[in-house]
């Protein structure tokens, strides 16, 4: 068997089908002959979803990028696997209409389903996970199901639809998925606002969050973070405070985001903030966004030479938040480690962002190890939006147990494990 | 063992566990034993879903109605399945808080889990699948597991809380579930508007839906649950038009709902209302609402001796539903049954509630069966929020056809069907 085991995706037959019933043959002959399946869209995956551990074929759904109906009325959209997510949105934009979730950019469909991703805007609108109203899914036998029709509601039977999504292409390969649309908001603004520690940013968020208000998204990067932006901008860019910032999205109608503004403006101030800039027209709102948009390749740019990334993704319950922000901060800070915090504060879930080189890795992998298990104290989770994959597999037994890791076995859709096997657990004890 | 067949729950011999471990060592017992299992907490579903059709035990949750842990900053809930959810939501309310699902009254949460229920306030919030956090479930052979923890994201594998919820007590009994939370809205409002026909209403619902105003609840009641209605509140009570009128809920800060109720005011006109009565104060609002509370008793108020009621629960894409409801109507009318329409036309989702006669039954059901037939037609579902139970398992084959039914089969946490057998689907083809 060894010859098949491959581990890169460069050495893997590609196979680029063009329907759901091209999927299905496929995979009927690879049911057949017994040839391990890896699914790709994207690639933007940061936990090895698509590496081919064991070898066969990579189906590559780059001609899947249609999309196939727009129903505005139903505020709901068809989609193929390879759809680009900020592609859509830019072609739905112009009926008033978006899609909500927003992980790295070139990010497709199909492996957002695959890792039940989120990002900046899932403090408003939720994950992956509420976006989705349907999926066209071929399992590892090539049967085609989908697994509910287009209502925005239903209690029809199991919910075939949440088993697939962040099942990160062990259970089904999707081909189709319908998903729901939002209105884009008829005003927006952001605001930058940053403060002495950490600790003060955390608690303004615990307290925009106890409100109850809805922002769009709130979002917090730590004092290194903000150095970087300014190196990264250089000389011609706008500088900034170089202390833990909050960046503040508001959407709304024009009196319910004014109002918000100056609601988040005083629980700011009451929890210590040093500034609160807010942008006045579209351009400063879009020059204020970017920054927390630049914030991974900010932190990139202090790499030298043969320097690595690891980035973890740790979500703790909001009340913990300055702890475990703090806690990672002071422990990098030990270790000697370049780094930053990005967060989806609003959420509990966030980023730390590791610059590393050869000789640091043993002490860059402790830490993020360390990190999990702190959020696991704190009754967290080891991914709050990337997911599983290969690397934290172990982290999901001691998160969740044996007992429901078994029962995640058991779900026996692929019971010769072809499709992308031993991602999210191992399929068998031992070393995989 | 036709002694063990008992057909209805009065015959059934109770269990009162009244913990987590209870409740394992009495399936591990069923288990070993091959003794068959049906939940029982709330007894509010609509679908026979605890009639213990294949005889056994009845565990009855009674004993396990505890609120275990308030977590007010993260705005989150420890709760036994007995826990109910107006009693939670009146406990709940000191702190400004609220647990949004609200089902039938009486309903609990083990029970709104098992059907994944949502009621009025889905248009806003969502139903029951959107405000879990985790699970703690007792499987078939006694394995305890917990789906998660209690982060708000979680990318951890797969969605095994998701596949609990609306599982109809198949899959395992929840013991425990963690329940997100929202912040009561600090300010409210309702309004009352009245149509000229049916179409009209629904489309003011369509306007509204397609502007994304984030309304707290949008309701439509047909002219002859109206005339229910007046003639439910006798003469002492406040008559309404005897005309298609939606119920309109507004929720957030003050400014906000000011805005809304202008908006949305414009809108009814322009679709055609007849009248927009708004509350002016909190007595009011109570008064105005209490109409839609009360509709099922209204309906009901016109049984004569001896007849029954049949409520059906489709849901259609937000599209369809004028049409949906049109045709419902006549056809309700062109068979000379007594009933009215009452929906959650926000979310395309709504009720018949059918007035029968013993020599009326099988014109009323099948009245029902078209009734699935043609929201299946228009891309629909037969259940938006009451579960399948006994009586929708056949729709359940149309809607989602007999692969997705079998990809449904093969989730085999209970290979030996003893937990609820044979609701949602039948465990083998043919008549059971």
Same mark, same amino acid.
């Given at each position: 068997?060894?010859? $098949?085991?491959?581990?890169?995706?460069?050495?893997?037959?590609?196979?680029?089908?063009?329907?759901?019933?091209?999927?299905?043959?496929?995979?009927?002959?690879?049911?057949?002959?017994?040839?391990?399946?890896?699914?790709?869209?994207?690639?933007?995956? +940061?936990?090895? #979803?698509?590496?081919?551990?064991?070898?066969?074929?990579?189906?590559?759904?780059?001609?899947?990028?249609?999309?196939?109906?727009?129903? #505005?009325? &139903?505020?709901?959209?068809?989609?193929?696997?390879?759809?680009?997510?900020?592609? +859509?949105?830019?072609?739905?934009?112009?009926?008033?209409?978006?899609?909500?979730?927003?992980?790295g950019?070139?990010?497709?469909?199909?492996?957002?389903?695959?890792?039940?991703?989120?990002?900046t805007?899932?403090?408003?609108?939720?994950?992956?996970? &509420?976006?989705?109203?349907?999926?066209?899914?071929?399992?590892?036998?090539?049967?085609?199901?989908?697994?509910?029709?287009?209502?925005?509601?239903?209690?029809?039977?199991?919910?075939?639809?949440?088993?697939?999504?962040?099942?990160?292409?062990?259970?089904?390969?999707?081909?189709?998925? $319908?998903?729901? +649309?939002?209105?884009?908001?008829?005003?927006?603004?952001?605001?930058?606002? *940053?403060?002495?520690?950490?600790?003060?940013?955390?608690?303004?968020?615990?307290?925009?969050?106890?409100?109850?208000?809805?922002?769009?998204?709130?979002e917090l990067l730590d004092?290194n973070q903000m150095e970087y932006l300014n190196h990264f901008v250089?000389?011609?860019?706008?500088?900034r405070?170089?202390?833990?910032t909050?960046f503040?999205?508001?959407?709304?109608?024009?009196?319910?985001?004014?109002?918000?503004?100056?609601?988040?403006?005083?629980?700011?101030?009451?929890?210590? *903030?040093?500034?609160?800039?807010?942008?006045?027209?579209?351009?400063?709102?879009?020059?204020?966004w970017s920054s927390r948009r630049d914030a991974l390749w900010a932190t990139m740019s202090v790499?030298?030479?043969?320097?690595?990334v690891?980035t *973890?993704?740790?979500?703790?319950?909001?009340?913990?938040?300055?702890?475990?922000?703090?806690?990672?901060?002071?422990?990098?800070?030990?270790?000697?480690?370049?780094g930053s915090i990005v967060g989806h504060?609003?959420?509990?879930?966030f980023h730390t962002i590791?610059?590393?080189?050869?000789?640091?890795?043993?002490?860059?992998?402790?830490?993020?190890? $360390?990190?999990?298990?702190?959020?696991?104290?704190?009754?967290?989770?080891?991914?709050?939006?990337?997911?599983?994959?290969?690397?934290?597999? &172990?982290?999901?037994?001691?998160?969740?147990?044996?007992?429901?890791?078994?029962?995640?076995?058991?779900?026996?859709?692929?019971?010769?494990?072809?499709?992308?096997?031993?991602?999210?657990?191992?399929?068998?004890?031992? &070393?995989?």
């Open positions: 068997m060894s010859q $098949t085991w491959k581990k890169t995706y460069n050495d893997t037959p590609l196979v680029y089908p063009a329907s759901t019933e091209e999927v299905s043959k496929v995979l009927k002959i690879c049911h057949a002959k017994r040839i391990p399946i890896t699914g790709y869209s994207g690639g933007t995956s +940061l936990e090895g #979803h698509y590496t081919p551990t064991h070898g066969g074929i990579s189906v590559n759904f780059s001609r899947m990028d249609k999309v196939l109906a727009v129903h #505005h009325q &139903d505020l709901d959209v068809v989609v193929q696997p390879a759809v680009q997510w900020q592609k +859509l949105n830019e072609d739905l934009a112009k009926d008033n209409l978006f899609f909500p979730p927003d992980p950019p070139g990010a497709m469909i199909g492996g957002m389903v695959g890792t039940g991703c989120s990002g805007n899932a403090y408003r609108y939720g994950t992956m996970r &509420d976006w989705v109203l349907n999926l066209t899914v071929v399992l590892a036998d090539g049967t085609i199901i989908k697994t509910r029709r287009r209502p925005r509601k239903s209690s029809a039977g199991y919910n075939l639809t949440q088993l697939f999504i962040g099942s990160e292409g062990t259970l089904g390969l999707v081909t189709e998925a $319908t998903l729901k +649309l939002a209105t884009l908001p008829e005003s927006t603004s952001v605001a930058v606002c *940053s403060f002495g520690t950490v600790r003060q940013a955390a608690d303004c968020v615990a307290s925009i969050v106890g409100r109850g208000l809805q922002l769009a998204a709130i004092d250089g000389e011609s860019g706008v500088k405070n170089e202390a833990p909050l503040l999205k508001f959407g709304g109608t024009p009196d319910a985001v004014k109002e918000q503004v100056k609601i988040v403006e005083k629980l700011a101030s009451k929890a210590g *903030s040093l500034s609160f800039d807010f942008a006045g027209d579209k351009k400063q709102e879009a020059d204020l790499m030298k030479e043969g320097d690595k690891l *973890s993704d740790v979500a703790v319950p909001i009340s913990r938040l300055p702890d475990a922000i703090e806690q990672a901060k002071a422990h990098m800070m030990a270790l000697g480690l370049v504060a609003g959420d509990g879930n590791v610059v590393y080189s050869d000789e640091q890795r043993a002490q860059a992998e402790d830490f993020l190890h $360390t990190m999990v298990d702190r959020a696991l104290e704190m009754e967290g989770t080891c991914t709050g939006e990337h997911g599983v994959g290969l690397g934290k597999r &172990d982290a999901v037994v001691k998160e969740l147990g044996e007992d429901t890791v078994a029962a995640m076995r058991r779900l026996a859709f692929d019971p010769l494990c072809l499709l992308n096997c031993d991602k999210i657990f191992k399929s068998q004890k031992g &070393d995989i």
